[in-house]
């Protein structure tokens, strides 16, 4: 029932920046904390950032800490990854999830999340 539309990615060089966004319908939107996934090739699907309801905390894969931000408007059902000093090992699908229920005060299980978008393809050049 819950539609979620990833979009911004794309093609970009080694240290520079993109903005993903990803676009919620459900209308009960404000009570989902929601992800960011991805998968690069060849490897599983990893944890990447995850804000509560109503964006009071924020968790971030070390990877992308410092670099990453997770935000979002309810107002406008979407929730939103700015990424800076993009590097190679950032290529990957990025995907949006939503999970409806809880489970725990931590923000980085797949397997919590009901719902999920289709992807969005980050690619990082040399």
């Known amino acids: 029932q819950v539609q979620l539309v990833e979009s911004g990615g794309g093609l970009v060089q080694a240290g520079g920046s993109l903005r993903l966004s990803c676009a919620t319908s459900g209308r009960t939107f404000s009570s989902y904390v929601m992800g960011w996934f991805r998968q690069a090739p060849g490897k599983e699907r990893e944890f990447v950032a995850g804000i509560s309801t109503h964006g009071a905390t924020t968790q971030y894969a070390d990877s992308v800490k410092g670099r990453f931000t997770i935000s979002r408007d309810n107002a406008k059902n979407t929730v939103y990854l700015q990424m800076n000093s993009l590097k190679l090992e950032d290529t990957a699908v990025y995907y949006c999830?939503?999970?409806?229920?809880?489970?725990?005060?931590?923000?980085?299980?797949?397997?919590?999340?009901?719902?999920w978008g289709q992807g969005t393809q980050v690619t990082v050049s040399s």
């Open positions: 999830a939503a999970r409806s229920r809880y489970y725990s005060n931590s923000y980085n299980r797949l397997s919590d999340y009901d719902y």
